[in-house]
């Protein structure tokens, strides 16, 4: 591990600032992601802004009948609220999916949104990777790994998002809501805060260096049932091959690109009538890569949207 | 020497009159550990501050070091030494030995500018902290020229070549035997490389003390190390000091010394400090030893009955191309059924990725998985319980030399866990049982694991306080070695067991061979229990020949040991006061075990049988373990719950063995692809539901003086099999490239049109 500062934030304007005066600063919440990279000197800054202890782990009602959720809730509590397990249980079983109760106890709303991919040559330092080192090169193409992109992908890097709970909160509509340190709020749809890597898979979003995020705003959930499946090698504790969210007449994949996928396919396919397998290979036309994932994606969507419309509809 | 017949009559353990043998005690050093508070070889107390070293790793597969820059890494902060091969302190060639007695020879680091596997160390680090050792690194340039390198296991099974000294083992005529047969399988079954992934990493501390070097590292084998160490310093074996007390995990991977020693060793030479040195998590992976990948092709030949006429298994597996190892996969299978025509070898691949080396159960681990499918494809074409078939061709004698079995319960492993399993339940048509979106289905498969009695000897110490410890040159890697020590100890002084001590992993004690081969309780136990006999033979005599004992005058045979007395008829004496008289440092007696004469006159072996149950996701290709159950013959057990660990560890890495665990090497860079336990997935939790496992009643008279067996590496053996074979049962696909990941098995049943 590099030495570096570590700096703890009073309040949310001392973290902006501090966040503003050192370039090369990043913040830490429950470092579950960041300070292992970290170790792996996969992850180099300068200065840590410690978020951890800001009051930003609430969750609320929002006028429009939505639910906010701080950036700092915890993953085992988010999970756990009963406002989310009645309204959004998509949410709560992407979360409980993910990782083991330890991580999630640590692991934070904005964490978890931000956290990095886990593309096996990513994790490797010793491999070239332009999300690591720009210009290095994608050893992911032509590599072992079957972990990569079927949408959105670009020939620099193929690696896709390892966030169950960001899957949930794209069907869900979420948005975030961040702040810099000239004061500017900005609200962003989940679906699209990750950028799709094109020339520079380095930079994983477009949130600036001193952009904090503040919450996660859910709106009133869509009428229809709600369906969470993930796909794993093994039972527990490891990254989705491929995970759907459906909730409604709206669908998400996850572990299939850069960012949580909405199937936007599909779900025109859905409300022009399309069987769920015709929705499912709607979406498929436009993906890209091994057969077999492909093959996953289609019979998963299939049932989870067949399994979605058998579930009471709320 | 003595023959299994000395072992026949009773003794304090056979007998077991406190009845401490069997009795499922804890864990000797589990509060220790469980308090985070057992010094692991990083950890030791040093006599002075230590300093870190840290291991830079070569980034390709095969070639030379063209030029190594150290100067920028030289001055960065805390940093005290640089090495590479151009400046490290002088070692022995590697393999040398001065002394032609030593277990092992010079395993020097840094030796030269040859590559010869992704992962090898080429430069060492050592600075003041861990921290700075590591961010060093950095500042280290290195220019490979990199030559071909022999990376793909699968592009040269074609050209495998023979074992070096080994030839087929051919009994009838195989090739006549298998085509004149009504029913044949034919199939190839593949395992992959596979890593052991210990949690403890490879770790030393050292310091020296004049020119005696203290070494504490994570090691199976106390003298190995310590004799590796000797022959690469230069130095006579009594100038090294090995201790290895807690071992976070060894399953062979750790039979041997790695560069953590070698470098620890000759840094604290360097620079008069204590040093520490440990493997990172990718160095585990990428620089100890594997369990190489094996090609296994079966073909069984049997008539309309079931009974085997033929059967073959010819194995192909790879090592480094300059350290050869053979993951002898079919020789179990020369003693487990019998068929008159049988034809069993291995032939090897030699690449250019690190070594290739001992994996719990090497041979068995990966061998059951394929023949123990085959026997399920067999009995599935002649329309056959798989029990019934494996009775059918039972062996009388042992198939492969003919050789009267010394116990062999297999058929009733078979039976009771059949019955208790409820295998009556198993459909045996494939994919007819549903549960929901899931196919169901059962499966067995037998284990069958050698057992081996090492020479090895043990010290004892009664004192005054009335403590008896047993020193030994042996160690616990996990396993419970402390534990069955010291039950054997006290049932055999007849002393309870608070008042027994356990001291192990020292060279400087009266040696044992180590962990490994499941030979460790066998042998360190049946030293352990001689030691013990000398002990009361000595006991006895002082207790008689002494005026001030009530039993002076009396025939020392006669006397008994209980609860804590030395006993005859209504007399006794304690043994504290026995201790006391004999002087300070009280009584002190060695003893030791080796092997009998006339042992292999027998054919020695444990057995098992194992089931599962799993379900296959319909839509996924998931499989997911949903019970588990075994039931294994491995002579008398010391310790219930210590043995059923080792068991029901062991069948759990079988689950990894048969659906998750699996390395491969990128052809492009030749390294690992999983290089962390994020990516090499080894079971947890939530992957064992109800698993569990029974041990018959069992003593082995021809075993050792105890009639004990090992039980590390059984409950691993053919545990995976049972798996694949539920697989089948319950979807209809065979699957024979492990392990059954979902892709493989959704590409199946797609191709069923499922
Ligand atoms: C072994 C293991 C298994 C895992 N398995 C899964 C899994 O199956 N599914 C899954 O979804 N996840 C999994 N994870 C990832 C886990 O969910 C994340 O590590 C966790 O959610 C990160 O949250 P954190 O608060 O610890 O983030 P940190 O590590 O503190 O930060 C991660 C990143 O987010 C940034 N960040 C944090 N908070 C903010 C904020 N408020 N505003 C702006 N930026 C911020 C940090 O700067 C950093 O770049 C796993 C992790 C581990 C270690
Ligand atoms: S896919 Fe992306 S993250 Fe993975 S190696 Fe290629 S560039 Fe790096």
């Known amino acids: 591990m590099k030495p570096f500062a570590f700096e703890r934030a009073r309040n949310v304007d001392h973290a902006l600032s501090l966040a503003a005066a050192a370039p090369g600063a990043r913040f830490l919440a429950g470092g579950t992601n960041l300070l292992d990279l970290m170790k792996l000197e996969i ?22 009948g939505g639910l906010r959720i701080g950036a700092l809730a915890t993953n085992t509590v988010v999970a756990s609220d009963p406002r989310v397990r009645s309204r959004y249980p998509v949410l709560a079983r992407a979360i409980l999916s993910g990782a083991s109760v330890q991580l999630r106890n640590k692991a934070s709303m904005g964490g978890n949104l931000m956290q990095r991919t886990r593309c096996a040559y990513f994790m490797d330092p010793a491999k070239p ?40 909160l794209a069907v869900l509509d979420a948005e975030v809501e961040t702040v810099r340190a000239d004061g500017s709020v900005r609200r962003r749809p989940v679906e699209t805060l990750h950028r799709l890597p094109g020339d520079a898979p380095q930079v994983d979003t477009d949130l600036a260096p001193d952009e904090l995020i503040l919450a996660v705003e859910l709106p009133p959930p869509p009428s229809g049932g709600q369906v969470w499946r993930k796909v794993r090698a093994r039972a527990s504790y490891i990254g989705a091959l491929a995970s759907i969210a459906v909730a409604g007449d709206r669908v998400a ?19 022009e009538g399309a069987a769920p397998r015709e929705a499912a290979e709607a979406e498929l036309v436009s993906a890209s890569g091994e057969d077999g994932r492909k093959t996953l994606v289609r019979r998963l969507a299939t049932d989870a949207i067949q399994e979605s419309r058998k579930g009471s509809r709320s | 020497m003595s023959t299994v017949r000395d072992w026949a009559a009773p003794n304090p353990i056979t007998e077991n009159r406190s009845g401490l043998i069997g009795k499922p005690v804890d864990r000797y050093e589990g509060r220790l550990k469980v308090t985070g508070t057992a010094p692991y070889a990083f950890e030791v107390e040093t006599p002075s501050a230590p300093l870190y070293g840290h291991i830079v790793s070569a980034t390709i597969a095969r070639g030379r070091i063209a030029g190594i820059d150290l100067s920028q890494a030289a001055s960065a902060p805390g940093v005290v030494l640089v090495w590479s091969h151009l400046n490290v302190p002088v070692q022995a060639q590697r393999g040398a030995k001065l002394n032609p007695r030593s277990q092992r020879g010079s395993n020097p680091a840094l030796g030269s500018d040859r590559v010869e596997h992704y992962g090898q160390s080429v430069a060492f680090i050592l600075a003041d902290t861990p921290e700075n050792a590591r961010a060093a690194e950095a500042r280290i340039r290195i220019t490979y020229e990199a030559s071909d390198a022999d990376l793909d296991f699968g592009s040269f099974i074609d050209s495998a070549g023979p074992v070096p000294g080994e030839e087929d083992a051919r009994i009838g005529d195989f090739e006549a035997g298998y085509s004149a047969s009504a029913v044949t399988v034919d199939a190839t079954w593949f395992s992959p490389l596979q890593n052991h992934a210990q949690m403890e990493p490879c770790a030393t501390t050292a310091w020296w003390e004049g020119d005696k070097v ?35 995990g060894g399953f062979g991977g750790k039979g041997q010394s790695y560069d953590d020693l070698t470098l620890a060793a000759l840094a604290a030479r360097e620079s008069g400090r204590p040093v520490r040195v440990a493997y990172t998590r990718r160095q585990m992976f990428q620089a100890t030893v594997h369990r190489p990948a094996v090609q296994m092709r079966v073909r069984l030949g049997a008539d309309g009955t079931g009974r085997l006429n033929a059967m073959a298994l010819e194995a192909v597996t790879h090592c480094a191309r300059n350290s050869t190892f053979v993951e002898h996969a079919a020789e179990f299978a020369r003693n487990l059924y019998a068929a008159p025509h049988r034809l069993t070898g291995h032939r090897l691949v030699r690449l250019d990725i690190p070594h290739a080396g001992a994996m719990r159960a090497p041979g068995e681990a990966p061998g059951m998985l394929s023949l123990e499918c085959a026997m399920d494809e067999l009995a599935d074409r002649l329309g056959m319980d798989p029990i019934a078939l494996r009775i059918r061709n039972e062996p009388e004698v042992d198939p492969d030399n003919a050789k009267p079995f010394s116990i062999r319960q297999l058929v009733r492993c078979m039976q009771e866990g059949a019955q208790q399993f409820g295998w009556d339940r198993r459909n045996p048509t494939p994919g007819a049982v549903r549960d929901g979106r899931w196919y169901v289905g059962m ?67 009266p040696p044992a061979p180590g962990s490994g081969g499941q030979f460790g309780a066998a042998t360190a136990g049946s030293a352990a229990f001689e030691t013990g006999m000398v002990m009361r033979r000595r006991l006895a005599e002082l207790a008689t020949s002494d005026p001030r004992s009530p039993l002076y005058g009396e025939d020392p045979l006669l006397m008994d040991f209980a609860n804590g007395n030395i006993v005859l008829g209504n007399r006794s004496e304690s043994l504290a006061t026995l201790a006391s008289r004999a002087g300070p440092e009280g009584v002190y007696v060695e003893g030791s075990i080796s092997p009998a004469a006339d042992a292999r006159d027998w054919s020695q072996h444990t057995y098992g049988a194992q089931f599962a149950e799993v379900g296959v996701d319909s ?22 719950k210590l043995a059923k660990s080792q068991i029901t560890g062991g069948m759990i890495w079988g689950v990894g063995a048969a ?15 999983h290089q962390d336990l994020g990516g090499y997935l080894a079971p947890v939790h939530a992957d064992i539901v109800n698993l569990d496992a029974v041990l018959l009643d069992e003593a082995d008279d021809k075993a050792n003086p105890m009639g004990i067996k090992g039980v590390g590496e059984l409950g691993i053996c053919g545990s995976g099999a049972a798996i694949a074979n539920a697989v089948y049962n319950a979807c209809g696909v065979r699957l024979r490239d492990y392990p059954l990941t979902p892709d493989k098995v959704l590409a199946a049943l797609e191709a069923k049109g499922l």
Not at chain 1, 48 to 60: C, E, F, W, Y
């Open chain 1, 253 to 271: 994949l996850g572990a299939v690109a850069a960012r949580p996928w909405r199937a936007r396919a599909a779900e025109a396919a859905l409300a």
């Open chain 2, 659 to 673: 659906l998750t665990e699996s390395n491969a090497v990128d052809p492009r860079y030749g390294s690992f692809l």
């Open chain 2, 619 to 640: 839509v996924t290709g998931e499989v997911r373990l949903r019970r588990m159950f075994g039931v294994f013959a491995a002579g008398r057990i010391l310790n219930a």
């Open chain 2, 443 to 509: 499966g067995m498969a037998t284990a069958i694991r050698g057992n081996f009695l090492l020479p090895a000897k043990a010290g004892l110490r009664l004192t005054g306080d009335g403590l008896a410890t047993l020193t030994q040159g042996m160690t616990d890697i996990g396993t419970g070695t402390y534990t069955i020590l010291a039950q054997i100890t006290g049932e055999t002084l007849g002393l309870p067991l608070d008042q027994v001590r356990v001291e192990l992993g020292d060279s400087d004690m």
């Open chain 1, 129 to 168: 990777c332009n999300k690591r080192l720009p210009g290095s090169g994608c050893s992911a193409m032509g590599g072992l790994s079957q972990a990569t992109a079927l949408f959105g992908a670009s020939e620099f890097c193929v690696a896709v998002s390892a966030s169950d709970m960001s899957v949930a």
């Open chain 1, 43 to 64: 992850e180099q800054p300068e200065t840590l802004i410690d978020v951890g202890r800001l009051p930003l782990a609430d969750i609320s009602e929002t006028a429009g």
């Open chain 2, 214 to 248: 203290v070494v504490h590292t994570s090691i199976q084998m106390v003298k190995g190390g310590q004799h590796a160490l000797a022959e690469t310093l230069g130095i006579p074996s009594d100038r090294v000091r090995l201790l290895t007390r807690y071992i976070g």
